[in-house]
RNA sequence: GCCAGGGUGGGGUAGUUGGUUAUCCUAGAGGACUGUGGAUCCUCCGACCCGGGUUCGAAUCUCGGCCCUGGCCCCA
C-alpha cells in the first residue's frame, strides 16, 4: 500500500477542526493588532536561503531542480520570503509594514515529537521601525497569540549586544564556538575552549551572563552598551504592559541576522522539542537588495502548540440529520433546506435506507432526527428526536428550527 | 546521520518453545424487519509493513529495507 512520505501527516476532519480552531484564534489576534496577511511561494530560489544562512542548510532541505534547471526549495521558514517579497513590492509601502502569514513550510530532519518534515508556521513580521515600542508591540504580540491558544508557555527574552560586547576580542569563528556552547549551557566545553584561546577570563563573565536575570546585573557583566537606553526602554514598557517573561542573555538563535532582541517560548508539556516560539530583531532587506529596513517578527510553531494543547474539546455545533420515508422524501429536502437557510449543518439519507436504518445511522453522528414521514407530510408539521435522550415530539417546523436553536448540541 | 523500543483488517486486540481455514471487540456494507430497528438475529467486507534467508512448513526464527514512537545531533 502507498505510505505518505516520512514526516507528513493526514489530517482527519476530527482534527482539521482543531486545527481551524486554534488558527482561528491567533488570526484573531493578529487582526486586531493590525497585522494583515500575506502569502509567499511555495517555493523559492535556493539562494534565498543560502545566501543568509550559508550552504549548509541544503542538507536540511527539500532542494531540488525544475524543467529549467532552476535551483529550486521547498521554503523551511517564511522570514526570508516575505523580506524578499517587501524588497520586490512594498518598499515604498508607508512604514511600519505589519504583515502576518500563516503556512506550511519543510524541513528534511528526522521526525520525533513536535517535529515533522512538513509544518506549520503562524508568524509576524514588523518591518521598517527601528524603536523600543516597535520591539516591545512585537514580544506583547507574541504572549497575546500564545495566550490566546490556551497553551502553557514560558517566554524568554533577551538581548544579543551583552554577549557581542563579551566577544567583541574574538574572531568569527571563535565567537560562533563560544555561542555555541553558551546555547547548550555546556560550562565546561566554554571553559575548555576559552582556555585554548588564551581567554580564560571570558569564562566566568559569561557563564554570569546566562544565569544572569536582571537588567542591571547584566549591564554590570558585559559593560558599557550602545544600545542600553534602547533596551532599558523596551524592558520598561514590557514590564508596563504586565507581560510575564524572563530575562535571559544566553539566548543565541543562529545570530546570523538576529541584531538586537531575541525571545523564545517553551511549552511546559512538550519532549525534547518543546521551543513554540522564536523571533527577534533583524536585518535581513539589505541582503536581499533592498533598503536597510529594521525589521522584528517572530514565528509560532502551530504544530508544537497543537501537540502541547493536547485533546481539546471543542465547542460543537448541532448536527441534523433528516429521516425520511419513501412518500416523505421530497418534503424532507424542503425541510433541510430550511435548517440549512437557519444555519445547522443538515445531513439527508443518501443511502435510501429504511427509516429504522436511518435513525440508528442518524444516532451515531447527529444531535437531532427530524422525521418526514406519510403522517408529517400530511400534517405539514416535522418530529424531531432529540437523540441523546430520546424523547421526540411533532410540532411546526419553525418550532423544531428554534428548538435546535435553543438546545444547541446534544 | 546515530541510539532505543515498536509495526496483525479502518480503529483497538489475541496468537510468537515455528504447525490446519489467524481470535475477539468495534467500525463499515447488505438482509430479515418496514414509523423510531438506537433493539435483536443473520450474512458479507477487511490484516500478519516490504523483500531475501533458514525450513516440509514462518505472523512467529534470521538478515536487510521502509515506516511509527521517543531520544541524540541539528533547529535558519
Not at 327 to 339: D, Y
Amino acid at each position: 500500500m502507498l505510505q505518505k512520505p516520512r514526516g507528513t501527516r493526514d489530517f482527519l476532519p476530527d482534527e482539521m477542526e482543531a486545527r481551524r480552531s486554534v488558527e482561528a484564534k491567533l488570526r484573531e489576534v493578529a487582526r486586531r493588532w493590525g497585522y494583515r496577511e500575506v502569502c509567499t511561494p511555495e517555493f523559492e530560489d535556493l539562494e534565498l536561503f543560502t545566501m543568509r544562512s550559508g550552504a549548509g542548510i541544503v542538507e536540511e532541505m527539500y532542494v531540488f531542480e525544475d524543467k529549467g534547471g532552476r535551483k529550486l526549495t521547498l521554503r523551511p521558514e517564511i522570514t526570508a520570503s516575505v523580506i524578499r517579497m517587501y524588497v520586490n513590492e512594498a518598499k515604498v509601502a508607508p512604514k511600519p509594514i505589519r504583515w502576518c502569514y500563516f503556512a506550511d513550510c519543510f524541513r528534511y530532519e528526522r521526525p520525533q515529537k513536535g517535529r515533522y518534515r512538513q509544518f506549520w508556521q503562524f508568524g509576524v513580521e514588523l518591518i521598517g521601525a527601528d524603536t523600543a515600542p516597535a520591539d516591545a508591540e512585537v514580544i506583547l504580540l507574541a504572549a497575546d497569540m500564545l495566550d490566546a491558544t490556551g497553551v502553557k508557555y514560558e517566554l524568554k527574552v533577551g538581548h544579543l549586544s551583552f554577549m557581542k560586547n563579551l566577544l567583541a576580542g574574538l574572531d568569527p569563528v571563535s565567537q560562533r564556538k563560544v555561542m555555541g556552547h553558551l546555547d547548550k549551557k555546556d560550562f565546561d566545553g566554554l571553559a575548555a575552549t576559552l582556555g585554548e584561546m588564551q581567554e580564560p577570563g571570558l569564562a566566568r563573565a559569561l557563564t554570569d551572563l546566562v544565569e544572569c536575570r536582571d537588567l542591571q546585573s547584566a549591564f554590570a557583566i558585559a559593560g558599557e552598551i550602545a544600545e542600553r537606553e534602547r533596551i532599558e526602554k523596551t524592558i520598561s514598557l514590557l514590564d508596563a504592559a504586565g507581560l510575564k517573561y524572563t530575562l535571559n542573555f544566553g539566548i543565541v538563535r543562529g545570530l546570523d541576522y538576529y541584531t538586537g532582541f531575541v525571545f523564545e517560548a517553551f511549552a511546559d508539556n512538550l519532549g525534547a522539542e518543546n521551543q513554540i516560539l522564536g523571533g527577534g530583531t533583524y536585518r535581513l532587506a539589505k541582503l536581499f537588495g533592498g533598503d536597510d529596513a529594521a525589521s522584528c517578527g517572530f514565528a509560532i510553531g502551530f504544530d508544537r502548540v497543537m501537540v502541547a494543547l493536547g485533546e481539546v474539546k471543542q465547542k460543537r455545533e448541532p448536527i441534523v440529520a433528516i429521516v425520511c420515508t419513501p412518500e416523505g422524501r421530497s418534503r424532507a429536502l424542503a425541510v433541510a433546506r430550511a435548517f440549512r437557510k437557519a444555519g445547522f449543518r443538515t445531513e439527508t439519507d443518501l443511502m435510501e435506507r429504511g427509516i429504522g436504518a436511518q435513525v440508528s445511522h442518524a444516532s451515531k453522528t447527529a444531535d437531532y432526527a427530524v422525521v418526514i414521514g406519510k403522517r408529517e407530510t400530511e400534517s405539514g408539521e416535522v418530529t424531531i428526536k432529540d437523540l441523546k435522550s430520546g424523547e421526540q415530539k411533532t410540532v411546526p417546523l419553525d418550532e423544531a428550527i428554534a428548538g435546535v436553536k435553543i438546545n444547541g448540541p446534544r
